[in-house]
């Protein structure tokens, strides 16, 4: 009966590498940041900040920018709702600690020369390398970023205090195109990447393969 009962709490432990309340949140969050980007560079056609660049009418959501504001207000409850989700679980699980730290120089700089030598095998789905995990924290600190300066431009006179902080109302505009060029940057490195090694696409719909909880407690 002990014995059972300790291969059943053993059974328990094995969590899959991607459990689903991050599948979900995952993908919630990608169709939130197509929302947000889209309609924000609908946003952004309307007074550019840059002259000369504009985004092409076929890729912004919105036929005009009241339209694309209204995307925009739209999508901002279903990121901050669903990252707000990932944020308290990623804490209150360990997920965070777990899975994007420790960041060692050495893997950093082992990871950079294998990609220089165009070696992208990822052999082990289940560990991230090191700049794996500096790019999903830049991410995630990039998309409450967007909330804060996001925040501070919609209410403005609310948030006065945060605007002043920011540097002005122009200053928060252009944190909030650095925090979107930021986020695209990823996302176009992050979806290559999937494409490339399509196991992780595949374990980021199913789950992936079961952790081994010997190997995740001497990690
Ligand atoms: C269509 C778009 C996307 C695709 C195909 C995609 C694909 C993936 C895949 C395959 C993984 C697992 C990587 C691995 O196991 O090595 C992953 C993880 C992750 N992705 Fe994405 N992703 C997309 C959009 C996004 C967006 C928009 C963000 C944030 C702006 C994002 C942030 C993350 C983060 C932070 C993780 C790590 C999650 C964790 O382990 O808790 N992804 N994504």
Do not use: C
Not at 71 to 78: C, D, E, I, N, S
Not at 93 to 107: K, S, Y
Not at 116 to 134: P, S
């Amino acid at each position: 009966m002990i014995g059972s009962g300790s291969i059943s709490g053993r059974v328990a432990l094995r969590r899959r590498l991607h459990p689903w309340p991050v599948r979900i949140m995952h993908w919630v969050n990608a169709a939130a940041m197509v929302i947000m980007i889209g309609s924000g560079w609908g946003i952004y056609n309307d007074s550019v900040i840059f002259h000369g660049l504009e985004f092409p009418k076929g890729i912004v959501l919105g036929s005009w920018a009241a339209q694309s504001l209204l995307w925009h207000f739209a999508g901002m409850w279903l990121l901050v709702v669903n990252g707000a989700a990932y944020l308290i679980y990623g804490f209150a699980t360990g997920r965070f600690r777990e899975r994007l730290l420790p960041i060692r120089v050495a893997d950093v700089l082992q990871t950079v020369r294998d990609t220089l030598r165009l070696k992208i095998a990822h052999n082990d789905i289940t560990i991230y390398n090191g700049v794996q995990k500096i790019l999903y924290i830049v991410v995630i600190l990039a998309g409450v970023a967007q909330v804060v300066t996001g925040l501070s431009m919609w209410k403005p006179v609310q948030f006065s205090g945060l605007v002043s902080l920011l540097g002005g109302f122009q200053s928060a505009r252009l944190l909030h195109f650095t925090g979107m060029s930021i986020i695209v940057g990823f996302l176009v490195v992050h979806v290559l990447l999937a494409v490339l090694v399509p196991s992780t696409l595949w374990a980021m719909v199913t789950g992936g393969p079961k952790l081994d909880p010997s190997r995740e407690a001497g990690r």
